[in-house]
C-alpha cells in the first residue's frame, strides 16, 4: 500500500464527508426522518487493488492504525456515524457515497445495510 496513515485519515474524512452529503440529500428530499423504514448502514472494505485486506498486512494494519476495524468476519468495516437518525434511506445513501470514494482510491468497498 502506498498510503500513509495520514493519507488514509484523508481519504477516510473524504469518504465521511461524502456520505454526510448525500445523507443530508436524502434527507431534504423527505424533509424529515420520520418517514420510511428504520435500521442501520454500513461499509465493508474488502481489498486494496485487488489484493484482500488481512489484519496482519501493512494494509490492513495502516487501516486499524486509520481507525478502521475489523468485524466479526474479519473484513474491515465501518459503521454510519456520519447520520444520527433512524431512517434506513439516508443511511444507505452515505453508505453508498462513502464507498464510491473509497474504490476511487483503490480499495474494493460494499455498502451494507439491515432493517432494525
Known amino acids: 500500500m502506498n498510503y500513509s496513515v495520514n493519507d488514509l485519515k484523508v481519504i477516510l474524512a473524504k469518504a465521511e464527508q ?3 452529503n448525500a445523507s443530508e440529500q436524502v434527507y431534504a428530499k ?3 426522518d420520520h418517514v ?3 435500521g442501520f448502514a ?5 481489498a486494496f ?3 484482500k485486506l488481512k ?5 490492513g494494519k495502516a487501516l486499524k492504525a486509520a481507525g478502521i476495524e475489523q468485524n466479526w468476519n474479519r473484513v474491515f468495516s465501518q459503521w454510519c456515524n456520519w447520520y444520527g437518525g433512524q431512517n ?3 443511511k444507505e445513501a452515505g453508505a453508498r457515497a462513502y464507498a ?11 455498502a451494507g445495510s439491515r432493517l432494525d
Open 42 to 46: 454500513w461499509v465493508d472494505i474488502h
Open 100 to 110: 464510491r470514494v473509497l474504490e476511487g482510491y483503490g480499495f474494493t468497498a460494499y
Open 49 to 51: 487493488e485487488g489484493k
Open 88 to 90: 434506513i434511506d439516508i
Open 30 to 32: 423527505y424533509g424529515t
Open 55 to 59: 489484519g496482519n498486512t501493512k494494509a
Open 36 to 38: 420510511g423504514a428504520c
Open 18 to 20: 461524502a456520505a454526510k
